[in-house]
């Protein structure tokens, strides 16, 4: 069974930056693609950003060139690091897992709450 737990979000204010974190326990880490979604009060969960086993990586188009996703499979874990944050960004942020051939991400972690404040 694969676990994944969510860490670093926060209160930041307009402009500025958070890094979040992922630490990955179950099946192995280097084989599984990995997801961030965000999901923001009244609204759909929407993507964020993925990475591959490979280490390619995929981006929401309007955060692209804000938010920066990658792994270190040693520390099976998965960040993203998030810049000129503003608060339409405010969401709580998943950390989710994909095996390589399936479409869906099957495990999800429990969220972090990103507030960004004007």
């Known amino acids: 069974q694969v676990q994944l737990v969510e860490s670093g979000g926060g209160l930041v204010q307009a402009g500025g930056s958070l890094r979040l974190s992922c630490v990955y326990s179950g099946r192995t880490f280097s084989t599984y693609n990995m997801g961030w979604f965000r999901q923001a009060p009244g609204k759909e969960r929407e993507f964020v950003a993925a990475i591959r086993w490979t280490g390619s990586t995929s981006y929401a188009s309007p955060l692209k060139g804000r938010f920066t996703i990658s792994r270190d499979n040693v520390k099976s874990e998965v960040y993203l690091q998030m810049n000129s944050l503003k608060p339409e960004d405010t969401a709580v942020y998943y950390c989710?897992?994909?095996?390589?051939?399936?479409?869906?991400?099957?495990?999800w972690g429990q969220g972090t709450q990103v507030t960004v404040s004007s």
């Open positions: 989710a897992a994909r095996a390589e051939g399936y479409v869906q991400y099957d495990y």
